[in-house]
């Protein structure tokens, strides 16, 4: 049974910091890997995904890498911004389901 | 491109009373995911539709939920009767093919409280 696990459950950053969140899977047999970020009463909003073929993908201020061997991956968000204030989940695609980690929960401050 | 519409956004109930929560997914898309989500987790799949058909619902307490989507489009999701560990937000979702190679799109649930 696929277990995804996110440290840390929360973070709190100044304004401008680079950072890094992290996720860990035990399976390492999936199709992908997505980062989504969820807004207190909103949906998931899809970030990154990254097919298992992949090392890595970016979309502007945010990167995301997958090292299936291991079982990980890391979504790196750059000169973070209050707008970034979420929480940040990470899903893996096995067959048929995709399961979710926990959350880490980000506060950016002015 | 109209989202996901999930509707009511809130909903309080007894425990031992019905809810039903309902889903229109983004037009086209034939496969369609109801999670439950708790609070301080992630979202974890219900119940998986293609078209009008079941796929996946092994995760589904059977004795107590309920779904179905009529003519493959709008879906409902029904609770009867409410425990209290019913309490979480329902997230519905909905892809145009159901392979895995497809991004699932969110609606923006409905937070469930059962007192």
């Known amino acids: 049974k696929q277990e995804v696990t996110q440290i840390p459950a929360a973070l709190s950053v100044p304004e401008g910091e680079n950072l890094v969140l992290n996720c860990s899977f035990t399976?390492?047999?999936?199709?992908?890997l997505q980062w989504f970020r969820q807004d207190p009463g909103k949906g998931l909003t899809s970030l990154l995904l990254?097919?298992?073929?992949?090392r890595e993908q970016t979309s502007g201020r945010l990167n995301a890498s997958l090292d299936k061997s291991s079982g990980r991956s890391t979504l790196y968000i750059a000169a973070s911004q209050p707008g970034d204030s979420a929480t940040y989940l990470c899903?893996?695609?096995?067959?048929?389901?995709?399961?979710f980690g926990t959350g880490t929960r980000l506060l950016v401050s002015p | 491109e109209a989202g996901v519409a999930q509707s009511p956004r809130y909903k309080i109930i007894e425990k031992r009373q019905s809810v039903a929560f309902w889903c229109n997914p983004i037009?086209?898309?034939?496969?369609l995911y109801w999670y439950q989500q708790i609070l301080g987790q992630g979202p974890k799949l219900l119940i998986q539709?293609?078209?009008?058909?079941?796929?996946?619902d092994s995760q589904l307490p059977k004795d107590r939920f309920s779904a179905e989507r009529l003519k493959g489009v709008d879906s409902t999701l029904k609770i009867q009767p409410a425990k209290l560990e019913d309490s979480a937000v329902y997230l519905c979702?909905?892809?145009?093919?159901?392979?895995?190679?497809?991004?699932?799109?969110f609606g923006p649930g409905t937070r469930l409280t059962v007192l």
């Open positions: 899903a893996v695609q096995g067959f048929q389901k995709l399961v």
């Open positions: 990254i097919q298992s073929s992949q």
């Open positions: 399976d390492s047999a999936i199709y992908n």
């Open positions: 979702a909905s892809s145009f093919r159901p392979d895995y190679a497809d991004t699932q799109y």
């Open positions: 037009s086209g898309h034939a496969t």
């Open positions: 539709f293609q078209n009008n058909g079941v796929v996946d």
